[in-house]
């Protein structure tokens, strides 16, 4: 997470932290997580942070839409007009996303979305044949009291839990080619736990889905890469 907050900094005037101590299984963090994100606040790379409780009777997609409302809520209250959400293994570089914010205030655009490069670890960099992976990121999005994650209105192909639906009298959509999210879904010492806590919920198709995608990113050419995100190697 901290490489990843440092990663969009420079660009970000709020950044607020949403967690939990427990994960989507109902399994306690084997390592107390608070006094962790209260350091990276102290350390300047976050302003707020809040804790989610997880409901286990819930649907996931319903949870995951809950809690990055809290976040919406809190960025609202500390007076921002734009919201962009991200996961802890998502990274931008810094000089592209102030490009890219740049051209959204100038435009009025109000939901924007980028493509996604996936990496296999920092070192390592999938290259996907053309249409293998053509999937969005929502980035930057106007937002006001009355936003909500999870709209319904499908410019790109993106994670429907992280649509932001706005009421706006002219709402103004655009799509970014040449900008990308930097993503490293599987560059974790505890993957398993990402098939585990989905198995313990009991969903099956779940589980299989992300297995599938593992095992079928492995199949697309890999190219070094710098570890351009200075991320910790293990």
Known sequence: MEASLKSIRPVCDYINIVYSEESWSGEKSPVEIKPILD??????????????????????????????????????????DYLMSMDSDEFYIADELEKLKSYILERKITHSYCKLMLYENPNKMYIPSKGAYNYYVQTFCKINRFSRFGGNIRVARCDPTRRIHTWLRIPKYFVFEGWYMHHYPFYRKDLCTKYENLSRRKNKRSVEEVVAWREGMKSLPVVECGNIFDMPIF
């Open 39 to 80: 350091d990276l606040v102290a350390r300047g790379l976050a302003d707020e942070v809040l804790e989610y409780k997880i409901d286990s009777k819930s649907k996931k997609a319903r949870e995951q839409k809950r809690k990055r409302n809290i976040g919406m809520k809190a960025a609202l209250r500390a007076g921002c």
